[in-house]
């Protein structure tokens, strides 16, 4: 099976920096995503790595260590519209998306 | 953009009962995903589908749950007599040649 862990919460200061780390446990890694999820709403589409290194994307990067089995998700000049949980996902072969217990992240002015 | 659109977007129903929950996934889209997520718990995986057959289901999706293709379009999840422990956010995703799965809006199933 797949162990995911991630920060239950977090919270943050607007116009701050934040990382959001994940550790994961599979075999067979196939990629490790990263989505953003408002309450009530669909998991939206952040990231993906499949590589080891940083993936950036605007105000959002990510990175992976394939060998550690840790990847973090980093926001920059935060906003109040960024609170929200972060989930993270890894893939095993061709299974479906195994998701971690999200960190809620709480942006505060 | 194309989306994945699901219907309804809030479903009560009384336990013992059976429901549909719909789905319209990316039209070029080959495999297709249902997930859960009851209230502060973490998102699940519960079935997936490919050339009209499932492919891979999760210990959470017993009989009383079944998936249907029924035309080109929709995909369907029925739960065939809802319990309690139902109630919860059911997302369905599709994916297609990117890596990425798009999610619906979800359908917030309430058994009472």
């Known amino acids: 099976g797949q162990n995911i862990d991630q920060p239950t919460e977090m919270t943050a200061t607007e116009g701050a920096i934040v990382q959001i780390n994940c550790t994961y446990q599979t075999s067979g890694f196939n990629g490790l995503f990263w989505y953003q999820q408002h309450a009530g709403e669909a998991p939206t589409f952040l990231s993906y790595n499949v590589l080891d290194g940083l993936e950036e994307k605007g105000r959002f990067s990510s990175f992976l260590s394939r060998s550690k089995g840790y990847s973090y998700l980093l926001l920059k000049e935060l906003q109040m519209k960024d609170s929200a949980s972060y989930l993270c996902?890894?893939?095993?072969?061709?299974?479906?998306?195994?998701f971690g217990k999200g960190t809620r992240l709480s942006v505060i002015a | 953009e194309p989306e994945v659109t699901q219907t309804p977007s809030h479903q009560v129903t009384q336990m013992g009962q059976e429901v549909i929950l719909r789905c319209v996934p990316i039209s070029n889209h080959l495999y297709f995903y249902w997930y859960r997520q009851i209230l502060g718990q973490k998102v699940e995986f519960l079935v997936s589908?490919?050339?009209?057959?499932?492919?891979?289901k999760s210990e959470i999706f017993d009989d009383q749950f079944s998936v249907e293709r029924p035309d080109g379009s929709n995909f369907t999840l029925k739960i065939r007599s809802t319990k309690l422990e139902d109630s919860a956010m059911y997302f369905c995703a599709s994916l297609g040649g990117s890596t990425e799965a798009f999610f619906g809006q979800g359908t917030r199933l309430t058994v009472v």
């Open positions: 589908f490919y050339n009209n057959e499932i492919s891979e």
């Open positions: 996902a890894v893939r095993s072969g061709n299974t479906p998306l195994v």
